[in-house]
């Protein structure tokens, strides 16, 4: 019997009425705002009068660096909060929504897989409630009225050489990274060099995944720095008077997504920026209310643990005031073989010596986990061709890393393959174990701050900058955003910035090319190496195969 493909699984769904999957937690038709019969928004009305209520437990879901092989971590957050109802347990889970540019480029979908799967697919992986495009509509609104302030004598004094705002789009497009803007003489403005990064890069996107309220989003909106005068003083979004219309037009993108698993449980698919040019992690409110509506809330960050675990640490947590009880660290038999120097075409092969040689990136993950104080487990995530042998291999390196590993079926058997995996965290997060902590203090420079992550986390020499930067880091320090957490935009395939460095390399620096401040978000943005914040499309993008059937039914974009 042939292997159904995710696609099919997911077609067959047996979907319940999204009112049924909100009335698990207790929420009300009244406070759903439905879009179509499997999706709905849950209302601020609601979610403000939560506020009093204890929360869950919090358990992050992360991975080692991916691989071509894959490592499957969102599959095993839906597969961990389908394996805790299972067991009895009151748990939703809580991912990102998916960025149309990596679904056409090479990525496709990003709803898990197999029978751990968030439905509707096709929806989330498209244009899903419309969040994103608001967040490019409002992002470039801004953009608009920057431009218009300066054409219309330019009152706030902007140095055009000085703007820093940059327009967005939800897709990846290299040959708009650096433009000529407002060219064609002088009914169209001042010509400038401009360019374009991908929506999910947007600080509008990190704002709305940071802020708690529209009250919030505004203030944060406001507090964002768009250019600077002449004599260098910041021009700030509420200068251009764009921060009311901007919360406007997020004011429904702004309430959490609610829809369900292949098993009917609920999941909160909210905001969605990349972890490796931005902070990586669904949006605060989605996962603060879950915690007010759920025993147990499972969530992931994007990519390895080196990028997404510590920005969902180091920023999410210090912002929101949140710490995790447990935290499970996905690895596949394949990737640990690509890692231990396998082609891909030979992954099939058993073999033991590759999986014990490429198991030193794991191990990596793993000491830097604890260093936050939280348990660690590691999940195996399954696949059919993986022997007894290696996978032993891997739970035996695991045990010599002082922690364990749990063999994960999820993706072939649901919540059925999942149950040991769920028992133990269940076990680990009521056991009040957790000791989290932050990697470094407020009041450390900016400067520390990056360097302080190369080291401990990338396990770097240190990082490289120049005195153009460090004196761009003081200077902000000097206004009084030296507090700030840092944002590590760098290549997820490696602890370097080089993407072909796999394992746990050493003797290397990380260079930082660029600094930028995002103050209404809260954070400062460091530029590693050659990573770019408006993607390119590969030689053959996944774009190509996409098409409606005879049936009028979506092909090629899983």
């Not at 600077?228 to 406007?248: F, N, Q």
Request: aromatic letters at 6%.
């Amino acid at each position: 019997m042939s292997v159904k493909t995710d696609i099919e699984i997911a077609r067959g769904a047996a979907k319940q009425p999204i009112q049924e999957v909100g009335a698990r937690l207790g929420i009300g038709t009244e406070h759903l705002l439905p879009y179509g019969h499997d999706k709905a928004k849950v209302s601020q009305a609601f979610i403000n009068g939560l506020a009093e209520r204890p929360n869950g437990k919090l358990i992050l879901v992360t991975a080692i660096n991916p691989t071509p092989a894959g490592e499957g971590k969102t599959t095993t957050t839906v597969g961990l909060g389908d394996g805790l109802n299972a067991i009895g347990k009151r748990a939703a889970i809580c991912i990102r929504e998916a960025s149309l540019g990596p679904n056409f480029g090479m990525k496709g979908g990003a709803a898990g897989g197999g029978y751990a799967q968030v439905v509707p697919m096709e929806d989330m992986n498209l244009h899903f409630t419309g969040d994103f495009h608001a967040i490019t509509s409002a992002h470039n609104l801004l953009s608009a009225m920057i431009d218009n302030s300066i054409y219309w004598g330019n009152p706030l004094d902007i140095d055009t050489r000085r703007v820093t705002w940059r327009r967005v789009l939800d897709m990846n497009d290299r040959a708009l990274r650096q433009i000529t803007a407002s060219l064609g003489g002088v009914a169209n403005g001042f010509p400038r060099e401009a360019g374009f990064d991908i929506t999910v890069a947007s600080e509008v996107m990190a704002i709305l995944c940071l802020a708690r309220d529209l009250g919030d989003l505004q203030q944060r909106l406001g507090d964002m720095i768009v250019a600077y005068t002449r004599d260098k003083t910041p021009v700030y979004c509420r200068d251009i008077k764009a921060d009311g219309a901007m919360t406007v037009l997020l004011k429904d993108a702004m309430q959490p997504n609610l829809v369900q698993t292949l098993e009917n449980n609920p999941a909160f698919v909210h905001g969605g920026p990349f972890a490796n040019i931005a902070h990586g992690c669904n949006s605060v409110i989605a996962t603060t209310t879950a915690l007010k509506l759920a025993d147990y809330v499972v969530t992931e960050a994007g990519f390895g643990a080196d990028l997404g675990a510590e920005k969902f640490m180091n920023i999410k947590c210090r912002k929101a005031g949140l710490a995790p009880d447990c935290v499970v660290l996905v690895a596949t038999v394949r990737a640990m073989k690509m890692n231990g120097g396998v082609a891909k075409g030979d992954l099939a092969a058993e073999n033991v010596g590759a999986v014990e040689a490429g198991c030193d990136n794991l191990g990596r993950h793993i000491e830097n986990l604890k260093e936050f104080g939280v348990p660690v487990v590691v999940g195996i995530n399954h696949f059919s061709g993986d022997t007894e042998a290696e996978v032993q291999a891997v739970r035996d390196y695991v045990a010599g890393q002082g922690a364990e590993a749990i063999l994960c079926k999820h993706w072939a058997h649901g919540s059925a393959g999942m149950t040991e995996m769920a028992t133990r965290v269940a076990e680990i997060a009521d056991s009040g174990v957790s000791q989290f902590q932050v990697l470094y203090p407020d009041e450390m420079p900016l400067a520390d701050k990056i360097d302080t992550i190369a080291r401990r986390i990338y396990r770097a020499d240190g990082a490289v900058m120049d005195a153009k930067i460090r004196a761009q880091l003081a200077e902000w320090e000097a206004q009084g955003h030296g507090h700030l957490p840092v944002c590590m935009a760098k290549t997820q395939y490696s602890f370097s910035t080089d993407p072909t460095q796999r394992g746990a390399p050493t003797g290397f620096d990380i260079p930082v090319r660029e600094v930028r401040l995002s103050a209404g978000a809260g954070f400062v943005v460091a530029i590693c190496g050659e990573i770019m914040t408006m993607p390119g499309l590969p030689r053959s993008p996944s774009a190509e195969s996409i098409r409606l059937n005879n049936d009028g039914q979506i092909e090629g974009l899983f």
